[in-house]
Nanobody, 124 residues
Framework: QVQLVDAGGGLVQAGASLRLSCAAS????????MGWFRQAPGKEREFVAA????????EYADSVKGRFTISRDNAKNTVYLQMNSLKPEDTAVYYC?????????????????WGQGTQVTVSS
């Protein structure tokens, strides 16, 4: 099991950028695939991005491709989500997630550990 702490959310205007971070506890972070999900009010939690244990070939939701970048620093036990060209429809609570396996899981049920979430609000 790994404990995750999300941070970096805030209130920004459309077109701005934010970088979210997710710090993981423990010594086995490099064994975990990591993902970012988001949940807007009244909506299901949805996939945003995922990164494999090695960090190669990240996976993205179509809605964020070309605007968001997921990355990880295994030496710092941290995964990041760089969000550029933010839109009002990106407004949501963002959650990082972890699972001790390879690949790029994109479904919520595939993940075993979750952060507490960080609010991102984009005004028009």
């Amino acid at each position: 099991q790994v404990q995750l702490v999300d941070a970096g959310g805030g209130l920004v205007q459309a077109g701005a950028s934010l970088r979210l971070s997710c710090a993981a506890s423990g010594r086995t972070f490099s064994r975990y695939a990591m993902g970012w999900f988001r949940q807007a009010p009244g909506k299901e939690r949805e996939f945003v991005a995922a990164i494999s244990r090695s960090g190669i070939r990240p996976e993205y939701a179509d809605s964020v491709k070309g605007r968001f970048t997921i990355s990880r620093d295994n030496a710092k036990n941290t995964v990041y989500l760089q969000m550029n060209s933010l839109k009002p429809e990106d407004t949501a609570v963002y959650y990082c997630a972890a699972v001790p396996r390879g690949g790029w899981p994109v479904m919520t049920y595939e993940y075993t550990d979750w952060g507490q979430g960080t609010q991102v609000t984009v005004s028009s």
